[in-house]
């Protein structure tokens, strides 16, 4: 079999993006975990049909579930098409569902999904994290810090010239 090119692994990359998560949140501990999907709903994934704005992750019990993500019906499945917005199974590891159930009981953290991507197996996966909410000040201090970094790398790239 002929080596991977770089064409096939941006091909792999994310599917969907939550970028509200990274503005509104902290992120605290990032996990990868598998998602229990349906064959449609992999084929809409890889046709690139998601939606994680506005989506959460929960533990009910020792499980945990993916809430208010959205994946567009499979257009070629006909009337076997699964529920978009159904709740999802993450499969993660017993002692990873424990440590993030301690952390939710703490007040102010919640599981907020960042992206969903195929790794290089050509599974589904979904990356989680660990996250405490952002005040408006918070914001601001993160803006200013990176248009502060912009005009640094800015000015050094001149001065490189």
Known sequence: MAAKTGKDKEKRGSVAVNKKAYRNFELIERFEAG??????????????????????????????????ASIAPYEKAGATNHEPTRKRKLLLHKTEIRKIKTKLEQRGFTLVPLRIYFNNRGLAKIEVALARGKRQYDKRKTITERTQKRDIDRELKKRRK
């Open 35 to 68: 998602i229990s999907l349906l064959g449609t709903e992999v084929k809409s994934l890889r046709a690139g049909n998601a939606d994680l704005s506005g989506s959460y992750a929960r533990i009910e019990g020792e499980q945990c579930r993916l809430i208010g």
